[in-house]
């Protein structure tokens, strides 16, 4: 069964680019029709999506975050990875990747997530 | 952007009660509504699709229905293990939104 698996640094520095990367065991990234996602979690609130990238390597980011962020996917590696640049406190969150269905929109299943702190 | 808006932000239950919790988008979506289910410090887990489609594994104890900006999702009988948050998803239009979260509670 598919598997995802968030890496990546779990502190980052105000101002700097956070680069994260989702490795899919189980099944191949490159899976026609296949896509996957980015959705965060600041501490205590609720999920907040990021973007979504497709196996042919589309993208569609949410607009708050669109001037900010780099999705993209690498075949050879099955895995898909998230840059998010001038980071400050309010990006500190939990960042988790999933398989995302684009008939009903559904993402699982998911990464058990990783914590990245955004502090000097 | 459709904004989601559950309620009740939090409710209490005991094991073996029926429980609901609603989920109104801030414009219509069709069916395109999904339900998760997250324990604390794990990811969340899909639980319905498609407004009321029970995902594969899934207790059939919990159900969905609604459509278009009223949606509601029930669990019967409430076991022990079904404490936890519940967000609702809207997957008509992007940007993707989630609910703020209902915290299911002892």
């Known amino acids: 069964q598919l598997q995802l698996q968030e890496s990546g640094p779990g502190l980052v520095k105000p101002s700097e680019t956070l680069s994260l990367i989702c490795t899919v065991s189980?099944?191949?990234?490159?899976?026609?029709?296949?896509?996957w996602g980015w959705i965060r979690q600041p501490p205590g609130k609720g999920l907040e999506w990021i973007g979504s990238i497709s196996f042919d390597g589309s993208t569609i980011y949410s607009p708050s975050l669109k001037s900010r962020i780099t999705i993209s996917v690498d075949s050879s590696k099955n895995q898909f990875s998230l840059k998010l640049s001038s980071m400050t406190a309010a990006d500190t969150a939990v960042y988790y990747c999933?398989?995302?269905?684009?008939?009903?929109?559904?993402?699982?299943?998911w990464g058990q997530g990783t914590l990245v702190t955004v502090s000097s | 952007d459709i904004q989601m808006t559950q309620s009740p932000s939090s409710v209490s239950a005991s094991v073996g009660d029926r429980v609901t919790i609603t989920c109104r988008a801030s414009q219509g979506i069709s069916s395109f509504l999904v339900w998760y289910q997250q324990k604390s410090g794990k990811a969340p887990k899909l639980l319905i699709y498609?407004?009321?489609t029970l995902h594969s594994g899934v207790p059939s104890r919990f159900s969905g229905s609604g459509y278009g900006t009223d949606f509601t999702l029930t669990i019967n009988s409430l076991q022990p293990e079904d404490f936890a948050t519940y967000y609702c998803q809207q997957a008509n239009s992007f940007p993707l939104t989630f609910g703020q979260g209902t915290r299911l509670e002892i």
């Open positions: 999933a398989d995302w269905n684009t008939s009903s929109g559904w993402f699982d299943p």
């Open positions: 498609d407004a009321s």
């Open positions: 189980g099944g191949s990234i490159s899976t026609t029709d296949h896509y």
